[in-house]
């Protein structure tokens, strides 16, 4: 079964400063990963995503992500934060074959960001 | 435009009751989900169908019945509330087709069981 793990439930940036938001899987077979954003009080919008190809994947609102097979992580960055990423953060991991749309999430990061 | 909506956005009922979630996307999307989003904000799928046809029941109590009257409709009822049912509701979407998998979510209907 695939599971994800987000090590770190609470972060705290100041604005302007880089972001790095941890997240580890267990799938076994090459997994779909996905990184998702919910504010306050809204759904959850997705911000990238990895299926196969180029390990360093590009997103919305300037966000990257790099998927280490090696590590079993799929990593979200971003190099200069806005007050308007303060957020709840999920990684998640995508079944394929039978069990498609199978969306495993983590426990989710929560982002405050100082001014 | 909305994309996936739902109805009702707060749902506030008492404990015994019957009530109904109702989603509703306008994306051609083949496939719709149900998550549930408890109190510590974990979040885990329910159910999903794939062009009405139910493909994914995960281990979820009969008290709730989804059901997809059409592709662009997939409702939640649940029988018999009870307080553990009180969280947030989402649905989502997605087209098997492209096999993009990612999924595309509601705003959420947050439940309160009384």
């Known amino acids: 079964a695939q599971s994800v793990t987000q090590p770190d439930i609470h972060i705290t940036v100041s604005e302007g400063a880089s972001l790095e938001l941890r997240c580890n899987y267990s799938?076994?077979?090459?997994?779909?990963l996905f990184w998702y954003v919910q504010s306050p009080g809204q759904g959850l919008q997705l911000l990238l995503k990895?299926?196969?190809?180029?390990?360093l994947v590009q997103g919305i609102k300037g966000f990257e992500a790099e998927f280490k097979r090696s590590q079993s992580s799929f990593n979200l960055r971003k190099p200069s934060v806005h007050w308007s990423d303060a957020a709840e953060y999920f990684c998640?991991?995508?079944?394929?074959?039978?069990?498609?749309?199978?969306?495993?999430f983590g426990q989710g990061t929560i982002l405050t960001v100082h001014p | 435009d909305t994309a996936v909506s739902q109805t009702p956005k707060y749902l506030v009922t008492q404990m015994g009751n019957d009530k109904s979630i109702k989603c509703e996307q306008n994306?051609?999307?083949?496939?719709m989900y149900w998550y549930k989003q408890d109190s510590k904000k974990f979040l885990k799928i329910m159910f999903s169908?794939?062009?009405?046809?139910?493909?994914i029941n995960e281990t979820v109590p009969n008290r709730f019945s989804p059901k997809s009257p059409d592709k662009a409709h997939l409702n939640l009822h649940i029988n018999s509330l009870e307080l553990g049912d009180s969280a947030v509701y989402f649905c989502?979407?997605?087209?098997?087709?492209?096999?993009?998998?990612?999924?595309?979510f509601g705003p959420g209907t947050r439940l309160t069981v009384t």
């Open positions: 990895y299926f196969s190809g180029d390990t």
């Open positions: 989502a979407t997605s087209d098997r087709g492209t096999e993009t998998y990612e999924q595309y």
């Open positions: 998640a991991v995508g079944a394929r074959g039978t069990s498609y749309g199978k969306l495993t």
């Open positions: 799938y076994g077979a090459t997994p779909y």
């Open positions: 169908y794939n062009n009405k046809e139910l493909i």
């Open positions: 994306l051609g999307h083949d496939t």
